[in-house]
Structure formats: structure tokens, C-alpha cells
């Protein structure tokens, strides 16, 4: 079984530019769910879908950020702008069933806004 | 505001000692707690997790050890190997809900 996906894994973009983050999760799981790390502090989440509707908005942190799930498949984090305190690890996780047991999570979008 | 605290930071431990992880929560509605391991450059994943109907859970070399009343929990590694370096999250959760509450991590080192 293919792991959750997420690409890249890597992204560096100045200030004010727009990053768009993208996760495959696992095929069959209708939970997918955004978290992200800020350099040494906790993992915070951000959203969660189940299939194509967001269920929990309430982690993201302002109307910068826009997360899509086309068609209930793969999900996009936008940025954008993107700003300074935007950078950090965001990671996706997907779950068959709802709660939080059975999590899988990638391994993660590392960015850095300069 | 933190919903779930955890110390230490960073942790040494010689190969073959014990090492113990620390996590305290406020909110007495959570009722799963697990314990996630990270290696670098790798996504989280799910060591342990226990629920407060029992003060203990052990698998393998990791037990986890929950104090109700005190609203604490920790990870106990025994025998700990250069091969258990990792970053350990602590976390909690609501029955039912999605979402995770997780700690600051802790970068485990093993030192042979």
C-alpha cells in the first residue's frame, strides 16, 4: 500500500510570493488532514476533509491560506501571499475511518519564506 | 495556548538505559493519548497510544504510563538503542474528533 504523498518536499520562495502544496493520500481514505510545525514548536493542525468537504477549518491561521480537495482525491495547500512566519514543515495525513487512531502521516512539505 | 506540554527538549541516553518522556494536559476531555516517532526528513508515525481507563500500556520495549489525576503521561523507552534516535511527539485527541493536540517534541539521542 502506497504511503501519503506530498510534494514538494522542499520549497524556498521570497516573501510575498504564492506556494502551493500538494498530498495524495492514501487510495480509499475519505479523511485527509493539514498540520504544520513551526521550527521547534508543537504540530499545530489545520484542517481536515472528509472526501471532498472541509469538516474543521478552525487551525487555519488566516484567508492566506486556501486547502482544496478535488473530486475527494488529492488535497492543495495555498499560500499566498506568503509571509516571513509562513515557514515551516506542513505536514498531510489521511484516515480511513473517522477520529484521529488511524492516522498516516507524509512526510512533509518543508518551507522556507525569505 | 498549549493544550499539551512535554519535556524534555533533548535527551541522551546511554544504549541500554532508560529513556523517559514527559507530557502534562489541561483539558480532562481528552481521552487518547498517543505517542508518534519521527526520523528525520520522515512524517510522523504512531509508536503507542493509551486511553484513561488504564494507567498502563506496554509494547515491546515502550510503556507508556498515564496518571489520571494528575493529568500527566509519559513514555518509558527501556533498553533504548541508537536506532530509537528520533524526535517524540506526545499528543492528544477527543473520542471521535480529528483532530491532534501535540507537544514540542523531543529529539531522543542513543548514544552507543
Known amino acids: 500500500e502506497a504511503g501519503v504523498t506530498q510534494f514538494p518536499s522542499h520549497s524556498v520562495i521570497e516573501k510575498g510570493q504564492t506556494v502551493t502544496l500538494r498530498c495524495d493520500p492514501i487510495s480509499g481514505h475519505d479523511n485527509l488532514y493539514w498540520y504544520r510545525r513551526v521550527m521547534g514548536k508543537e504540530i499545530k493542525f489545520l484542517l481536515h476533509?472528509?472526501?471532498?468537504?472541509?469538516?474543521?477549518e478552525s487551525g487555519m491561521p488566516n484567508n492566506r491560506f486556501l486547502a482544496e480537495r478535488t473530486g475527494g482525491t488529492y488535497s492543495t495547500l495555498k499560500v499566498q501571499p506568503a509571509e516571513l512566519e509562513d515557514s515551516g514543515v506542513y505536514f498531510c495525513?489521511?484516515?480511513?475511518?473517522?477520529?484521529?487512531?488511524?492516522?498516516?502521516f507524509g512526510s512533509g512539505t518543508r518551507l522556507t519564506v525569505v | 495556548q498549549q493544550q499539551v506540554k512535554q519535556s524534555p527538549q533533548s535527551l541522551i541516553v546511554q544504549k541500554g538505559g532508560i529513556s523517559i518522556i514527559n507530557c502534562a494536559y489541561e483539558?480532562?476531555?481528552?481521552?487518547?493519548f498517543p505517542w508518534y516517532q519521527q526520523f528525520p526528513g520522515k512524517g510522523p508515525a504512531l509508536l503507542i497510544a493509551i486511553r484513561p481507563d488504564v494507567s498502563e500500556k506496554k509494547e515491546g520495549r515502550f510503556t507508556i504510563s498515564f496518571n489520571k489525576s494528575a493529568k500527566q503521561f509519559s513514555l518509558h523507552i527501556m533498553d533504548s538503542q541508537p536506532g530509537d534516535s528520533a524526535t517524540y511527539f506526545c499528543a492528544a485527541s477527543i473520542g471521535g474528533a480529528n483532530n491532534l493536540f501535540f507537544g514540542t517534541g523531543t529529539r531522543l539521542t542513543v548514544i552507543p
Open positions: 483539558n480532562t476531555a481528552f481521552d487518547y
Open positions: 495525513a489521511s484516515s480511513q475511518d473517522l477520529g484521529s487512531y488511524g492516522y498516516t
Open positions: 476533509f472528509v472526501k471532498e468537504s472541509k469538516q474543521d
